[in-house]
């Protein structure tokens, strides 16, 4: 049995499937694990949500910012305006099924055995990996809850942007998804600074890829992450950055996972369906 970790797929579903054929991938003997973001802007979101969801226990997904703006904008709560790659999961005759089961899915996820932690984005540097999966515990329980509506509601914004354990009520669940959904930067003194987005070296002075952030408390953890593309496929501070531009031309990446390092990669060359923004 194989498990391999996957990057960003944001609705690629040919380039998914012709890297898991790359791959000799079968869901009755592999594993796989994505990184989040499986829908939005791709040409096929609907294709891949149903095909990921179909392979049951063969596949873990962690949530992501688009798949929670997806979930978002189910409930009424965004106006649709741009999100046109995201009109046929919610006209779907199996949207509710969909959207239930993508609702479920965790934050964050940690195999004792393989030895990794998989998020969408990352964790602060005040988290260790305890309190990352106490967190995202907390804000599971309420996505897959009957008020998931009125966090969907109010998740949006860059505040609070400090952790304390102090935190409370929505801040605490916003600070929470913000940071394992969108962080790519901090503050040296630990802030999350989420109007960073270009890649390591475009930033303002003071600032920091949170992998690097002084003091960061789950640094002797192997952490997989997806969300930067702009960052590519990197292995560094114990943590492997899968998200390499798939829909914006880069690549697909995908490691195969075990207690022993190095890990192999496979990735598969993309011909992009939006442009980066310069």
């Known amino acids: 049995m ?8 944001q609705g690629c579903y040919r380039e998914l499937r012709a890297l898991l054929d790359r791959l000799d991938f079968d869901p009755a003997r592999d594993r796989l694990w994505f990184a989040g973001d499986l829908v939005n802007r791709g040409p096929d979101s609907l294709a891949v ?10 596949a873990i ?3 992501g910012n688009h798949d929670l703006h997806l979930l978002a904008l189910a409930a009424g709560c965004r106006k649709h305006a741009e999100e046109h790659s995201l009109d046929a999961i919610l006209a779907a005759p199996d949207r509710a099924e969909l959207l239930e089961w993508l609702r479920h899915r965790p934050l964050l996820h940690h195999d004792a055995a393989l030895g990794f932690s998989l998020v969408h984005a990352g964790l602060p540097p005040q988290w260790d990996l305890a309190e990352a999966r ?7 329980a309420v996505l897959s809850g009957p008020e998931h509506g009125d966090f969907l509601h109010q ?8 952790w304390s354990p102090e935190l409370s009520g929505m801040e605490r669940l916003r600070f929470i998804a913000n940071a394992l959904t969108r962080l790519r930067f901090c503050t040296l003194d630990g802030a ?9 070296g475009s930033q303002r002075p003071g600032h920091l890829p949170w992998f690097q952030a002084p003091g960061r408390r789950s640094a002797g953890e192997r952490i997989l992450f997806g969300h930067w593309s702009t960052l590519g496929y ?6 492997w950055a899968l998200d390499s531009g798939c829909l914006w031309g880069g690549r697909l990446s995908a490691v195969r996972l075990q207690p022993e390092l190095p890990l192999a990669l496979t990735q598969l060359d993309c011909a992009g369906y939006l442009r980066p923004r310069g």
């Open 134 to 140: 106490a967190c995202a515990r907390e804000l599971e």
């Open 2 to 9: 194989a498990t391999y970790a996957l990057g960003d797929i």
């Open 61 to 63: 997904t962690v949530l």
């Open 234 to 239: 990197r292995v560094g501070e114990n943590t």
């Open 49 to 58: 949500l149903r095909f990921v969801r179909a392979l049951g226990e063969s």
């Open 155 to 162: 998740m949006y914004g860059n505040k609070p942007n400090r």
């Open 192 to 200: 999350l600074a989420l109007k960073e987005k270009g890649e390591p």
